[in-house]
Structure formats: C-alpha cells, structure tokens
C-alpha cells in the first residue's frame, strides 16, 4: 500500500505539470504552392477571399484564412518579403512587439518568445486586445526563403484559454519543405 502511494505521490505531478492537448479534430493544409503545411481545425472552413479585408484590415497581408461558422475564431496565413536570415529572428520579434504595440496601446501583453519548431525558429507574441472588442490573439511568424511568413490566430477573450491551446498546437505543427540541394 506505502509503496502505491509513493507512486501516486510522484507521477500526480507529472501529470498536472504535463501539457494540455486539447479535444480538437485537425486536418493538414498546404499554402503557398504546397511548401508550408500546417494543421488548422477540421470544423473550420476557408475564408472566401472576397471577405479577407472585412477581418484583416490594416493588418500585414493576409492570403488566407480559415474560420469557425460564426466566424469570431479565425486563423489567417500571409507572407511578407524579408531577406533576413533565422539568426534575425529574435530582432525581427521585437520589431513586431513595438508595432503591434504601436498599433494596440490598450492592450494586455502575455507572452513574446522564440522557439523552435521542426528545426526552423519560429516567434510568437500573445496578447489580449480590449477594443473595439476584447480578444485573445497569437502572432507567430517564420523566415523562410526571403519570406517572413506569419499567422494571426484571433479567438473572443471570453472562454478563449482552450483556444489558447490550438493556436499553440497550430504553431507546433509547422512544417516547411526545404528546398532540394542540387
């Protein structure tokens, strides 16, 4: 009996301390001519491109977005030319905090970070805006043959922290096909 104790008492933190996956079917997409592949929720649906300004305006270029039925949980993909290099990556974060910050005064600031992600750095920054409407929202954003390529995942403030969970998981199913050395 001590002995089924003791292990209880050591893997119960285990398990707190392990990472949430959420309860969220994904299937995989492909952009940008099939080089990037990623994992968006398999209820979402694309975004026509008719409607991309109506929800990205005044954002970096979006050119493509996938969206939930009421459409207040989107995730949008887009890709700006920069010829920097992964070595970059971490300046190229902070000048998009001060943008953003810029841009979003009132706003509550989570997390800024860089991280790796299938063998290519990849930064995140996580905030929660408060107008006009208060959200919950995660940048992340690659280099990648002369492109930063970033993702906007936007989700309503209230009720947002299992979505806080798939944006992440979004971000760690990243997969960039490299070019074939000749």
């Not at 991309?52 to 929800?55: A, F, M, P, Q, V």
């Given at each position: 009996m001590k002995v089924l104790i003791l292990i209880a008492a050591f893997?119960?933190?285990f398990a707190i301390l392990a990472k949430k996956k959420s309860?969220?079917?994904y299937k995989e997409v492909e952009m940008f001519e099939g080089n990037v592949q990623l994992?968006?929720?398999s209820a979402f649906q694309l975004l026509?491109?008719?409607q991309?300004?109506?929800?990205y305006e005044g954002q970096p270029k979006t050119k493509v977005a996938y969206v939930n039925d009421e459409k207040s949980i989107r995730i949008g993909f887009g890709s700006e030319?920069?010829?920097v290099?992964?070595?970059s990556l971490p300046a190229v974060t902070n000048l998009i905090e001060k943008w953003l910050k810029n841009k979003h005064p009132k706003t509550k600031w989570k997390t800024k970070e860089v991280t790796e992600v299938d063998g290519h750095k990849v930064?995140?920054?996580e905030f929660i805006k408060k107008k006009p409407e208060k959200y919950y929202e995660m940048v992340f954003f690659t280099l990648y043959r002369g492109q930063m390529l970033h993702c906007t995942f936007h989700a309503p403030k209230k009720g947002y922290k299992p979505w806080k969970t798939v944006s992440h998981e979004i971000m760690q199913s990243l997969k960039l096909r490299m070019p074939e050395k000749e």
């Open positions: 893997l119960v933190p309860d969220v079917e994992k968006v929720p026509p491109e008719t991309l300004s109506k929800y030319s920069l010829l290099d992964d070595r930064g995140y920054i």
